[in-house]
Protein backbone atom coordinates (compact mmCIF):
# COMPACT_ATOMS: atom_id res chain seq x y z
CA UNK A 1 0.00 0.00 0.00
CA UNK A 2 2.80 2.46 0.80
CA UNK A 3 4.45 1.50 -2.49
CA UNK A 4 1.55 2.20 -4.31
CA UNK A 5 0.91 5.35 -2.69
CA UNK A 6 4.96 6.53 -3.29
CA UNK A 7 4.53 5.46 -7.12
CA UNK A 8 1.40 7.58 -7.24
CA UNK A 9 2.57 10.99 -5.67
CA UNK A 10 5.96 10.30 -7.76
CA UNK A 11 4.00 10.66 -11.03
CA UNK A 12 1.10 12.52 -9.97
CA UNK A 13 2.89 15.64 -7.93
CA UNK A 14 5.34 16.17 -10.49
CA UNK A 15 2.74 16.05 -13.67
CA UNK A 16 0.90 18.94 -11.25
CA UNK A 17 4.20 20.59 -11.30
CA UNK A 18 3.97 20.43 -15.00
CA UNK A 19 0.90 22.03 -15.76
CA UNK A 20 1.37 24.33 -13.25
CA UNK A 21 4.61 25.68 -15.12
CA UNK A 22 2.97 25.37 -18.16
CA UNK A 23 -0.13 27.86 -17.18
CA UNK A 24 1.87 30.07 -15.59
CA UNK A 25 3.92 30.60 -18.36
CA UNK A 26 1.27 30.95 -20.66
CA UNK A 27 -0.41 33.65 -18.70
CA UNK A 28 2.79 35.69 -18.64
CA UNK A 29 2.98 35.78 -22.27
CA UNK A 30 -1.08 35.93 -22.58
CA UNK A 31 -1.09 39.29 -20.31
CA UNK A 32 2.20 40.68 -22.19
CA UNK A 33 4.55 40.62 -19.13
CA UNK A 34 7.11 39.90 -21.77
CA UNK A 35 7.43 40.28 -25.60
CA UNK A 36 6.88 36.76 -27.85
CA UNK A 37 10.23 37.28 -29.36
CA UNK A 38 11.46 36.80 -25.32
CA UNK A 39 9.58 34.06 -24.47
CA UNK A 40 7.08 32.38 -26.65
CA UNK A 41 3.72 30.85 -25.76
CA UNK A 42 4.08 26.83 -25.08
CA UNK A 43 1.57 26.36 -28.12
CA UNK A 44 4.89 28.06 -30.06
CA UNK A 45 7.32 26.01 -28.63
CA UNK A 46 5.12 22.70 -29.29
CA UNK A 47 4.52 23.60 -32.64
CA UNK A 48 8.30 24.04 -33.22
CA UNK A 49 9.22 20.61 -31.89
CA UNK A 50 6.65 18.82 -33.97
CA UNK A 51 7.65 20.69 -37.36
CA UNK A 52 10.82 20.40 -36.65
CA UNK A 53 10.86 16.72 -35.08
CA UNK A 54 12.97 15.28 -37.27
CA UNK A 55 15.96 17.67 -36.99
CA UNK A 56 15.58 17.84 -32.90
CA UNK A 57 15.83 13.89 -33.14
CA UNK A 58 18.43 13.40 -35.12
CA UNK A 59 20.19 16.62 -33.31
CA UNK A 60 19.16 14.83 -30.06
CA UNK A 61 20.49 10.94 -31.16
CA UNK A 62 24.04 12.60 -32.39
CA UNK A 63 24.58 14.53 -29.01
CA UNK A 64 23.48 11.43 -26.92
CA UNK A 65 26.13 9.46 -28.98
CA UNK A 66 28.78 11.72 -27.94
CA UNK A 67 27.39 12.22 -23.98
CA UNK A 68 27.75 8.41 -23.58
CA UNK A 69 31.19 7.96 -25.65
CA UNK A 70 32.33 10.58 -23.36
CA UNK A 71 30.64 8.90 -19.89
CA UNK A 72 32.17 5.48 -21.09
CA UNK A 73 35.72 7.07 -21.73
CA UNK A 74 35.49 8.92 -18.32
CA UNK A 75 34.49 5.83 -16.82
CA UNK A 76 37.47 3.69 -17.69
CA UNK A 77 39.60 6.61 -17.31
CA UNK A 78 38.31 7.22 -13.98
CA UNK A 79 38.44 3.49 -12.56
CA UNK A 80 42.07 3.32 -13.94
CA UNK A 81 42.86 6.13 -12.18
CA UNK A 82 41.27 5.56 -8.87
CA UNK A 83 42.76 1.78 -9.03
CA UNK A 84 46.11 3.64 -8.93
CA UNK A 85 45.54 6.19 -6.47
CA UNK A 86 44.21 3.42 -4.11
CA UNK A 87 47.91 1.49 -3.83
CA UNK A 88 49.26 5.14 -2.31
CA UNK A 89 48.70 7.71 -0.19
CA UNK A 90 51.85 9.14 -1.55
CA UNK A 91 50.99 8.70 -5.16
CA UNK A 92 46.45 9.74 -4.31
CA UNK A 93 48.37 12.87 -2.79
CA UNK A 94 51.17 13.75 -5.55
CA UNK A 95 48.27 13.27 -8.62
CA UNK A 96 44.79 14.50 -6.63
CA UNK A 97 45.84 18.01 -7.54
CA UNK A 98 45.98 17.34 -11.25
CA UNK A 99 42.35 15.23 -11.17
CA UNK A 100 40.55 18.49 -9.79
CA UNK A 101 42.16 20.27 -12.98
CA UNK A 102 39.23 18.84 -14.72
CA UNK A 103 36.45 19.53 -12.60
CA UNK A 104 37.93 23.69 -12.21
CA UNK A 105 39.53 24.39 -15.56
CA UNK A 106 36.92 26.44 -17.70
CA UNK A 107 36.06 24.69 -20.69
CA UNK A 108 35.99 28.03 -22.60
CA UNK A 109 39.79 28.10 -22.00
CA UNK A 110 40.40 24.86 -22.79
CA UNK A 111 38.50 24.08 -25.49
CA UNK A 112 40.33 25.77 -28.56
CA UNK A 113 43.36 23.93 -27.23
CA UNK A 114 41.27 21.06 -27.43
CA UNK A 115 40.65 22.21 -31.03
CA UNK A 116 43.59 22.73 -31.85
CA UNK A 117 44.99 19.20 -31.29
CA UNK A 118 42.00 17.23 -32.32
CA UNK A 119 40.45 19.41 -34.92
CA UNK A 120 36.15 20.42 -34.95
CA UNK A 121 34.09 17.62 -34.90
CA UNK A 122 32.98 14.80 -32.90
CA UNK A 123 36.30 13.60 -31.05
CA UNK A 124 36.89 16.94 -29.99
CA UNK A 125 33.68 16.76 -28.42
CA UNK A 126 33.79 13.25 -26.58
CA UNK A 127 37.54 15.19 -25.55
CA UNK A 128 35.50 17.88 -23.65
CA UNK A 129 32.56 15.57 -22.75
CA UNK A 130 35.19 13.30 -20.68
CA UNK A 131 37.09 15.97 -19.16
CA UNK A 132 33.75 17.63 -17.50
CA UNK A 133 32.42 14.55 -16.26
CA UNK A 134 35.35 12.31 -14.84
CA UNK A 135 35.71 14.24 -11.65
CA UNK A 136 32.65 12.89 -10.06
CA UNK A 137 34.42 8.95 -10.93
CA UNK A 138 37.85 9.65 -9.27
CA UNK A 139 36.40 11.21 -6.87
CA UNK A 140 33.68 8.59 -5.45
CA UNK A 141 36.04 5.54 -6.76
CA UNK A 142 38.80 6.76 -5.05
CA UNK A 143 36.48 6.93 -1.61
CA UNK A 144 35.06 3.22 -1.95
CA UNK A 145 38.61 2.09 -2.21
CA UNK A 146 40.26 3.21 0.30
CA UNK A 147 37.45 3.02 2.52
CA UNK A 148 38.00 -0.87 3.68
CA UNK A 149 36.94 -2.27 7.01
CA UNK A 150 40.09 -2.38 8.57
CA UNK A 151 39.06 -6.27 10.00
CA UNK A 152 38.44 -7.93 6.50
CA UNK A 153 41.62 -6.01 5.93
CA UNK A 154 43.62 -7.53 8.55
CA UNK A 155 42.07 -10.85 7.67
CA UNK A 156 43.21 -10.60 4.05
CA UNK A 157 46.81 -9.97 5.15
CA UNK A 158 46.76 -12.72 7.83
CA UNK A 159 45.78 -15.25 5.23
CA UNK A 160 49.06 -13.74 3.13
CA UNK A 161 46.89 -12.13 0.69
CA UNK A 162 48.95 -10.52 -2.12
CA UNK A 163 48.11 -6.54 -2.60
CA UNK A 164 46.53 -7.87 -6.15
CA UNK A 165 44.36 -10.25 -4.12
CA UNK A 166 43.25 -7.31 -1.97
CA UNK A 167 42.40 -4.95 -4.24
CA UNK A 168 40.21 -7.20 -6.53
CA UNK A 169 38.38 -9.24 -4.13
CA UNK A 170 38.35 -6.67 -1.28
CA UNK A 171 39.10 -3.39 -2.35
CA UNK A 172 37.42 -3.54 -5.49
CA UNK A 173 34.29 -5.15 -4.42
CA UNK A 174 33.38 -2.56 -1.75
CA UNK A 175 33.65 -0.02 -3.97
CA UNK A 176 31.02 -0.43 -6.92
CA UNK A 177 28.34 0.98 -4.53
CA UNK A 178 30.87 3.85 -4.61
CA UNK A 179 31.44 4.03 -8.34
CA UNK A 180 27.59 3.72 -9.56
CA UNK A 181 26.83 6.97 -7.43
CA UNK A 182 29.97 8.50 -9.29
CA UNK A 183 28.73 6.85 -12.71
CA UNK A 184 25.20 8.96 -11.94
CA UNK A 185 26.82 12.33 -11.09
CA UNK A 186 29.26 11.97 -14.49
CA UNK A 187 26.30 10.89 -16.62
CA UNK A 188 23.96 14.24 -16.29
CA UNK A 189 27.28 16.03 -16.53
CA UNK A 190 28.13 14.05 -19.89
CA UNK A 191 25.20 15.69 -21.66
CA UNK A 192 26.43 18.97 -20.41
CA UNK A 193 29.43 18.52 -21.61
CA UNK A 194 28.55 17.23 -24.94
CA UNK A 195 26.37 20.23 -25.10
CA UNK A 196 29.13 22.61 -24.19
CA UNK A 197 31.84 20.94 -26.41
CA UNK A 198 29.69 21.35 -29.24
CA UNK A 199 28.98 25.15 -28.93
CA UNK A 200 33.06 25.21 -29.27
CA UNK A 201 33.88 22.21 -31.47
CA UNK A 202 30.85 20.20 -33.11
CA UNK A 203 31.16 22.11 -36.47
CA UNK A 204 32.16 19.14 -38.72
CA UNK A 205 29.44 18.67 -41.75
CA UNK A 206 26.80 16.17 -40.86
CA UNK A 207 27.75 16.05 -37.34
CA UNK A 208 26.18 18.77 -35.62
CA UNK A 209 24.55 17.90 -32.03
CA UNK A 210 21.90 19.68 -30.06
CA UNK A 211 24.47 22.62 -29.22
CA UNK A 212 24.97 23.27 -32.72
CA UNK A 213 21.11 23.84 -33.49
CA UNK A 214 20.94 25.53 -30.06
CA UNK A 215 23.81 27.96 -30.70
CA UNK A 216 22.78 28.59 -34.21
CA UNK A 217 18.68 29.40 -32.64
CA UNK A 218 20.69 31.99 -30.61
CA UNK A 219 22.17 33.84 -33.14
CA UNK A 220 19.33 34.00 -35.42
CA UNK A 221 17.40 34.86 -32.30
CA UNK A 222 14.74 32.61 -32.83
CA UNK A 223 13.28 31.83 -29.01
CA UNK A 224 10.92 28.88 -29.92
CA UNK A 225 13.80 26.62 -31.36
CA UNK A 226 15.58 27.67 -28.46
CA UNK A 227 13.14 26.31 -26.38
CA UNK A 228 12.61 23.34 -28.21
CA UNK A 229 16.35 22.43 -28.05
CA UNK A 230 16.79 23.32 -24.58
CA UNK A 231 13.64 21.16 -23.46
CA UNK A 232 15.43 18.19 -26.13
CA UNK A 233 18.42 18.73 -24.10
CA UNK A 234 16.61 18.58 -20.63
CA UNK A 235 14.62 15.27 -22.06
CA UNK A 236 18.54 13.75 -23.15
CA UNK A 237 19.90 14.37 -19.74
CA UNK A 238 16.70 12.60 -17.86
CA UNK A 239 17.09 9.81 -19.93
CA UNK A 240 21.09 8.95 -19.73
CA UNK A 241 20.43 9.41 -16.02
CA UNK A 242 17.33 7.11 -15.45
CA UNK A 243 19.33 4.41 -17.53
CA UNK A 244 22.19 4.66 -16.15
CA UNK A 245 20.39 4.84 -12.62
CA UNK A 246 18.39 1.66 -13.79
CA UNK A 247 21.47 -0.30 -14.97
CA UNK A 248 23.36 0.69 -11.93
CA UNK A 249 20.59 -0.55 -9.53
CA UNK A 250 20.07 -3.97 -11.70
CA UNK A 251 24.06 -4.44 -11.44
CA UNK A 252 24.12 -3.79 -7.81
CA UNK A 253 21.43 -6.86 -7.50
CA UNK A 254 22.96 -8.99 -9.30
CA UNK A 255 26.43 -8.41 -7.72
CA UNK A 256 24.94 -8.08 -4.12
CA UNK A 257 21.45 -8.98 -3.71
CA UNK A 258 20.27 -5.37 -3.11
CA UNK A 259 18.97 -2.94 -4.74
Not at 36 to 53: C, E, F, H, K, N
Not at 66 to 82: D, E, K, P, R, Y
Not at 212 to 232: D, E, H, K, P, V
Request: hydrophobic share 50%.
Amino acid sequence: MNKDRFTWRSIVLPAIVFLLTIAIWECIVLTGVLETYILPSPYSVAQTMWQRGGDLAGYTFRTGIVAVSGFLTSVVLGVGISLVFSQSAIIRQSGYPYAIFFQTVPIVAVAPLVIAIFGYGMLSVVVVTTMISLFPIITSTTTGLITVDQGLLDLFRLNNATRWQILWKLQFPGAIRYLLTGMKTSAGLAVVGAIVGEFFAGYSSGGQGLGYFILISQNQTSTANLFAGTICSTLLGVIVFISISTLGRLFLHRWTGEG
